[in-house]
């Protein structure tokens, strides 16, 4: 039995099938209708045509749904890339398929290569515009190079075509990538030689690109979502843990340490002078502020009760180190405290920003308190030193003044002075645990429950400031009485706090004497024992009491006068000469005078003292007369 026209439609008969029906039709017609005959072949070629093209559009249906539902399970931005450049090459029966993605600033790197590409195409970027990449991306239009390197209606790019030639880059396709209006990237598709796209690979090209774009959005968007949430998570954990700190009276170095873990990065905190207050790598040295570079942003946010709280960042590079300085004050109420710093190579993120900004504000709310508490302990420790160094303290007073900044003084083992004040004593005393403090005149005076040997092991041999520590008869571990157990209340080891007083007051002026001694010979600094010090100490502080006067006055009586009479300075001439070994050139180096100044001193010495003050006895008794002389006028003005 012959088809008919319908069934050879619906078997997809080619052309020739087709012609060899018609023929069959004819051979059979009747005279006059072979032009109906004619008509019916061409009716049945284009409805073959529309079949084809239905078929060939729900396969392509089928294909986009398929892969819509591919990648509606993929959330992972990388898995999503991978998929859709699969697909294309699949699809299109081409060499590769690559996916290229705006990057922030503003360039078109390629993000995913599927099939054979070389590296150095793979790390190619394109500005909009260049190339086939950077024109679909600028006009949002799809367009196909039958061969790129030799078509002159693409914008070429020097560098991208050299690497091209060595991929033998020939046909290039590329459609728009689109979310909405925008265009969020291009889906390309190339061959390793020329090749001519038809209408309808653009159009199936085209159709894998509509549900990409939306794929890779929303994973980019959750992808974002879970940093977001991860980094608020990681943000609200880290504030947890430097306020924990803060509470359980950890120092700012363990917030500092805390930090960095956090960020990866080294972490300085400074005051507003710029002293850095903590570190958590000594090396580290941040940069002047005022010298910082870069872009900075802020914020401010106030409250009715006029609190104010601001943000300001910035940002610097070292070049030495190559890596990059960031910054965010530290300030609370309004009040700066200083700043907070991050070395870093890489940029901050906001995430990373944030945690810095939060860590700031805690680490201000902390040097906040301890400035107070500082000054409340400074107020205190100047009441109590008042109280207590005095020619005749009072018991209960000086009992009142120690219950209020917490000192228990029948636990307190040694009285250490330190011959400096401000942010130099604070560095000394910072390295000794359990210390009251407070200032005596220009010194600093600290009270602990140490031996003294334990505080010369705490401090060591490196200090930039005479310290000296002076036991405290009555103590367990005092030097001085060393089989005596440590008082439980505040009436000391002595049975009253008249003794406990008197006996911390003595210690006191042992150590201060100690010090004057320590300046007055002009020793290094060092950590010294007020009883290494012996008989010196005594003899000294005796002359400076008055005892020493008639000697000064016997030994240098005459170049005092003369000093006094004529502005001169032979007591300052004799004491350097006698110093520096009686060397001409030293002596005249010490007291920057040529040589022949210094030889006319000396010879007005001899004549007021006699030729005899050479000899070594008579040169030892002018040198106890000079440091006599020295320390009487350090506390009572020059003797004689």
Known sequence: MRPTWLTLVLDDADDDRLAAHLASCLSEAAPGTEPLAHREAERARRLRDLVRQGRRRTAELGVVNDLSQQLARLHDPTEVLREVARRARLQLGADVAYLMLPDTDGTLPIQYVDGALG???????????????????????????GDYLTDETVRHATGVDEVAAQERLGGILGVPLRTGEEVTGVLLVAEHRPRAFTDAEVVRLSALAAPAAIAIRNAQLITQREAALRSQQEAAALHDDLTGIVANRGGLPEVAAALARALGAGVVITTTSGHVVASSDPGLRPPRADRVGGSTAGSSTGSSSGSTTASTTGSTTAPSAGAGWHWVPVRAGGVDHGRLWVCRAQNLTPADVRSTERAALVIALSMATERELAEQSRRGGAELAAAMFVDSPDPQRVRRRAEAVGLDLGRVATVVVVGAGGPGAERVLARMPRAWSGQVG??????????????????????????VVAAVPGVHGSAATPRL???????????????????????????DRGLGVLTTLGRPPAVVR??????????????AEGA?????????????????????DLVGTLGAYLSAGRSHAATAARLGVHTNTLYQRLHRIDELLGERWREPERAFELSLALVLHRLSERVGGPAG
Do not use: C, M
């Open 548 to 568: 020493g006067v008639e000697h000064v006055r016997w030994q240098l009586g005459p170049l005092l006068d003369r000093d006094a009479a004529s502005g001169s």
């Open 530 to 543: 007020a009883e290494d010090l012996g008989v010196l100490a005594a003899v000294l502080s005796s002359a």
């Open 485 to 511: 157990e440590r008082a439980p209340t505040s009436a000391g080891a002595n049975g009253s706090a008249a003794a406990r007083v008197a006996a911390v007051a003595a210690a006191w002026r042992r150590a």
């Open 442 to 467: 220009e010194s600093t005076v600290a009270l602990l429950d140490q031996t003294a040997d334990e505080v010369r092991d705490v401090l060591g041999p490196a200090v930039a400031h005479h310290v």
């Open 119 to 145: 590296h150095g195409l793979r790390r190619t970027r394109l500005r909009p515009g260049e190339g086939i990449g950077g024109r679909v991306f600028e006009t949002g239009q799809a367009f196909w190079s």
